[in-house]
């Protein structure tokens, strides 16, 4: 019989990062510490997870390179650990550029009844006062706190949800936003504080989901498109014809796209491809009009209404 335990699973990014030079915290390679030299650089972190903690390397990444079949390893890594009993909860150290892609397709596939909390850093492992360390302890301090559960993402002593989170900031270190849902709550001396209760998942679906994550030999091909001032439709045409399987298109206001891309988009639906449309707008959430030609998915953004779609056509 073993003991409890926490698992931390290492993909990369800038909280792994090694600085060329100096104190500069852009002059650096995300993606250079293993996770053990990681967690062995936070001091008090095994006294913060009051049991053992594991350490993981599931990839070691820049997450702008985040690719679809680290997804499926890491997924496949955390159904793996959710359902052991010994461990009390799964932290994820990520890059932040695409951390709110993988915390939405893992809220998807998982059935977490327990935490799986993704965190990341501004600032690389080598500078003088890196943010990785105080994140990674407030990520062992939601998983330590009774009751918690599902994904969530910990960054600068804030929680926030999987499907509001937004990086906002290319600099500072709070850079993330849950937009007008506001955080999850907020991590203060070692304790949570929570505004509203953990994420729900739902389970059945999780579990449809990350059977079809499993069994898939080739991801459908989902590419995103921007209506803009002067856009045309020549871009859906070309992926049309490259043999694209869905299409997300990020939408001006409330879902409103340039009459040349619509007509094209319209076309491309006409001919079997899945059209989703999604806001570009940062905050609040697209109002579905009666008689849209295009389906909307409202609340997401069009990173995540891409990782829906793309869930959605994996047979
Ligand atoms: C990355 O996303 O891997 C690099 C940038 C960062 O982590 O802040």
Redesign the pocket.
Known sequence: MGSEKIVVLGT????A?VAQAGASSLDYR??QWGITQLLAAVPGLREAAGCALEAQQIAQ??????DLDTWRRLALRCTELLADPLVRGVVIT??????EETAWFLHQVLAAHKPVVLT????PATAPFPDGPQNLLDAVVVVRTPGAQGVVVVAAGVIHEAQWVR?VHPYRLD?FSSGDAGPLGWIEEGAVRLMRNWPLTQAHQAQAAIEKVMRCSTWPRVELVFSHAGASGAIVEALVQGGVQGLVVAATGNGTVHAALEAALLRAQAAGVRVLRATRCSEGQMLPRPGDALPAAPGLSPVKARITLLLDLLQ
């Open positions: 990369g990014g800038t909280i990062g995300a993606a990444l820049d997450s702008k390179d985040m990520h890059g932040t550029d695409t951390l990341c850093a501004m600032r990086k850079a």
